[in-house]
């Protein structure tokens, strides 16, 4: 397992909010139960239906910008994911992700989770 540095951890969770959306997606999670055409799609069921804890982002007591984030609506977690999705029974990694919920859900440009 490979751990981030806040800073990275941030960084990397910018690039990856949509990834939170694919795992915890009904769709998908249902989708996962028959293997993808190119065969990756056995066994990575336990990614698909894992539980993402959000949360605050504060990684320790001098983490201002996560305090930011906080101010702002921003929830943080972590997700597992395999380093090989050929083999997800192998090694895997953690990814930090991070959602902003709609305050208007009638109106929201994005995705639904």
């Known amino acids: 397992m490979t ?3 806040p800073t990275a951890r ?3 969770a910018a690039s990856l909010t949509l990834a939170a ?3 915890t997606s009904p769709a998908l999670a ?3 139960e028959a293997p993808a055409k190119n065969g990756t799609g056995a066994g990575l069921d336990q990614y698909y239906r894992q539980h993402l804890g959000w949360g605050s982002c504060v990684t ?3 983490d201002t910008t996560g ?3 906080g101010k702002t609506g921003v929830q943080c977690a972590d997700a597992a994911v395999p380093l090989d999705h050929a083999h997800p029974e192998g090694r895997t990694i953690t990814l930090a992700i991070f959602r902003l ?3 208007d859900t009638h109106h929201r440009i994005g995705s639904t989770c």
Do not use: E
């Open 21 to 23: 959306c694919f795992i």
């Open 101 to 103: 919920k709609a305050t």
């Open 3 to 5: 751990i981030l540095s």
């Open 10 to 12: 941030r960084a990397s």
């Open 67 to 69: 305090r930011d984030l």
């Open 60 to 62: 320790g007591p001098v």
């Open 30 to 32: 249902s989708a996962s």
